[in-house]
C-alpha cells in the first residue's frame, strides 16, 4: 500500500461546480496534511494545511480530514478555469529516523475546469 | 519579501557529468530540503537541512549530496549523473525542520536535463 495515495484522474468539471479531490494515507498517526496546487512546468504551491478532524475553510477551498477513514479532501467551489492544474496531496512523516518531517507526496489529481 | 530561489533555472548536462543546484530559502527560515520530481509523479524527498546539519535523507544514492551554509543557503551535488536523473529539482523551505506542523514552501525548481 503507498504511503499516500490520490486518483490521478483526470477530473473535469464545468465552470462553476465543485470539484472534490481526495486522499487517503497509510500511517495512522499522522498528524499534518497540506495540499499543493502545481501549473504545469511550475512548481507546488501551498494552499490548505489542516491539522485537526472536520472541515477547514479558506475562500473556495475547504479541506476535510477524518484521521479514524485515514482520509483527507479538498473541495473547490465554484471551480474556475483558472484553478486547472494539479493538486497535490502530502503527508509528513511521524515516524523517527533519517527521514522524520520529510513531506510524502501522492501522485497528484489533475483537474481541469471547462468553460 | 522573496520567496524560495533556486538556481539555475535549466541545466543540460551529459551522462557522467556532476552537477550542483543552489537553494536560497525565505528569509528567516532556517530549514531547507530537497525533492526530485519526475513527469507524472509527486516530488520524492532527498534531503533536509536545519542549522547546517543533516536531519533527514531518502532514498537516493550516495552519488547525491548535499550541504547547508551558515546564512542558510543549500547546495546539492549529484556525481556521475545518469539519464533517470532528469527531473525537476525542488528546494523547499521551512522555518525549522522536524515538527510535524512545519509547512515547506517550494522555490521554482531546476530543470535538469541529462543526455
Known amino acids: 500500500q503507498k504511503e499516500v495515495e490520490q486518483n490521478s484522474g483526470p477530473l473535469s468539471v464545468p465552470e462553476g461546480a465543485i470539484a472534490s479531490l481526495n486522499c487517503t494515507y497509510s500511517?495512522?498517526?499522522?498528524?499534518?496534511f497540506f495540499w499543493y496546487r502545481q501549473y504545469s512546468g511550475k512548481s507546488p504551491e501551498l494552499i490548505m494545511s489542516?491539522?485537526?478532524?472536520g472541515d477547514k475553510e479558506d475562500g473556495r477551498f475547504t479541506a476535510q480530514l477524518n484521521k479514524a477513514s485515514q482520509y483527507v479532501s479538498l473541495l473547490i467551489r465554484d471551480s474556475q478555469p483558472s484553478d486547472s492544474a494539479t493538486y497535490l496531496c502530502a503527508v509528513p512523516r511521524s515516524a523517527g529516523g533519517t527521514s522524520y518531517g520529510k513531506l510524502t507526496f501522492g501522485q497528484g489529481t489533475i483537474l481541469t475546469v471547462h468553460p | 519579501d522573496a520567496g524560495v530561489t533556486q538556481s539555475p533555472t535549466h541545466l543540460i548536462k551529459t551522462r557522467g557529468q556532476h552537477v550542483t543546484l543552489r537553494c536560497s530559502p525565505i528569509?528567516?527560515?532556517?530549514?531547507v530540503s530537497w525533492y526530485q520530481q519526475v513527469l507524472g509523479q509527486g516530488p520524492q524527498f532527498i534531503f533536509q537541512?536545519?542549522?547546517?546539519?543533516?536531519?533527514g535523507r531518502g532514498n537516493f544514492p550516495d552519488r547525491f549530496s548535499a550541504r547547508q551554509f551558515p546564512n542558510y543557503s543549500s547546495e546539492l551535488n549529484v556525481n556521475a549523473l545518469l539519464l533517470g536523473d532528469s527531473a525537476l529539482y525542488l528546494c523547499?523551505?521551512?522555518?525549522?525542520?522536524?515538527?510535524?506542523?512545519?509547512?515547506?514552501?517550494f522555490g521554482p525548481g531546476t530543470r535538469l536535463t541529462v543526455l
Open positions: 528569509s528567516g527560515h532556517k530549514s
Open positions: 523547499a523551505s521551512s522555518p525549522r525542520a522536524g515538527n510535524l506542523d512545519n509547512e515547506q514552501f
Open positions: 500511517d495512522r498517526v499522522s498528524q499534518s
Open positions: 489542516i491539522y485537526s478532524n
Open positions: 537541512y536545519y542549522e547546517k546539519e543533516e536531519r
